[in-house]
């Protein structure tokens, strides 16, 4: 069992950063692939950045390149999500997820769908304002 709670969210305006984290608790957390969603009032949930175990592999939807960064501190158990340039459309409640534990063999792989992840934390508001 995993145990994720996101932290960081807040109130920025438009053109503004942010930085949420991802603690883990519970089993280790260097052998789960960890996704960063977002969910907008009345939208589905979908994927934002996608990691590996390894930190070596990432997977950015595209209205996020180039603006944010997804970044993991295996011995902190820590998974981070870095916003910059932050629109009006990125507002939204921010979950981490965790799919795993993965094998060894599987280390590079990591995953864009919200059915693939096994674990979710309790979700972060991210509110962008114009």
Request: with cysteine.
């Amino acid at each position: 069992q995993v145990q994720l709670v996101e932290s960081g969210g807040g109130l920025v305006q438009a053109g503004g950063s942010l930085r949420l984290s991802c603690a883990a608790s519970g089993r280790t957390s260097s052998s789960y692939a960890m996704g960063w969603f977002r969910q907008a009032p009345g939208k589905e949930r979908v994927i934002v950045a996608a990691m590996n175990p390894t930190g070596g592999g990432a997977y950015y939807a595209d209205s996020v390149k180039g603006r944010f960064t997804v970044s993991r501190d295996n011995a902190k158990n820590t998974v981070y999500l870095q916003m910059s340039s932050l629109k009006p459309e990125d507002t939204a409640v921010y979950f981490c997820a965790a799919h795993g534990p993965l094998q060894m063999w599987r280390s590079y792989y990591y995953f864009t769908g919200t059915y693939e992840y096994d674990y979710w934390g309790q979700g972060t508001q991210v509110t962008v304002s114009s």
